[in-house]
T-cell receptor, first 115, second 112 residues
Framework: DTGVSQDPRHKITKRGQNVTFRCDPISEHNRLYWYRQTLGQGPEFLTYFQNEAQLEKSRLLSDRFSAERPKGSFSTLEIQRTEQGDSAMYLC?????????????FGPGTRLTVT | TQLLEQSPQFLSIQEGENLTVYCNSSSVFSSLQWYRQEPGEGPVLLVTVVTGGEVKKLKRLTFQFGDARKDSSLHITAAQPGDTGLYLCAGSFNNAGNMLTFGGGTRLMVKP
């Protein structure tokens, strides 16, 4: 399977703990995106990378959130001092741009529950 | 702030019926995607439309992009239980292909 993969699929953590999620994009895709989706809503953009450069960050991405893509391949999203409001599905997507169609392909997501 | 409105939010129909889902914005899209999402999974891309007035067909699904590129519709003919899911429209409002803005989704249930 050469689609976008995310790990873990589910994470339960206690309030105040740090968590880290990983995303592996489609291998030839140079852009990688993070979105957050709460129950009953559409996904909301958090940030994106082109290769290893983080080019845009949403206001939703508070200073407790940090994302990296050190070698322009996989990416990690870390949430420090988790709060109950962080409970959501965290989705990763990748695309080929410029020169590609900009279509974003999503992974299966990481479901975070903060107790 | 660009907003995408989807309607209806919920739709419950019998197998064999037809349905249409709408996606509207006050801003012009440079491109628009439709996704389907099942519980606990990520959205799966169905189609991308770029040109005003464009119509694309995917088996029993017909996607239309408005002439002014501010709205789109998804029509399903003879719905089947396998069509059940959350249908999301997502627009890009510039040509840089960076962030997508999603609508709130239409949750479709097709009963056998």
């Amino acid at each position: 399977d050469t689609g976008v993969s995310q790990d873990p699929r589910h994470k339960i953590t206690k309030r105040g703990q740090n968590v880290t999620f990983r995303c592996d994009p489609i291998s030839e895709h140079n852009r990688l995106y993070w979105y957050r989706q709460t129950l009953g809503q559409g996904p909301e953009f958090l940030t994106y990378f082109q290769n290893e450069a983080q080019l845009e960050k949403s206001r939703l991405l508070s200073d407790r959130f940090s994302a990296e893509r050190p070698k322009g391949s996989f990416s990690t999203l870390e949430i420090q001092r988790t709060e109950q409001g962080d409970s959501a599905m965290y989705l990763c997507a990748s695309s080929l741009a410029p020169g590609g169609s900009y279509e974003q392909y999503f992974g299966p997501g990481t479901r975070l529950t903060v107790t | 702030t660009q907003l995408l409105e989807q309607s209806p939010q919920f739709l419950s129909i019998q197998e064999g019926e037809n349905l249409t889902v709408y996606c509207n914005s006050s801003s012009v899209f440079s491109s628009l995607q439709w996704y389907r999402q099942e519980p606990g999974e990520g959205p799966v891309l169905l189609v991308t439309v770029v040109t005003g007035g464009e119509v694309k067909k995917l088996k029993r699904l017909t996607f239309q992009f408005g002439d002014a590129r501010k709205d789109s519709s998804l029509h399903i003919t003879a719905a089947q239980p396998g069509d059940t899911g959350l249908y999301l429209c997502a627009g890009s409002f510039n040509n840089a292909g960076n962030m997508l803005t999603f609508g709130g989704g239409t949750r479709l249930m097709v009963k056998p």
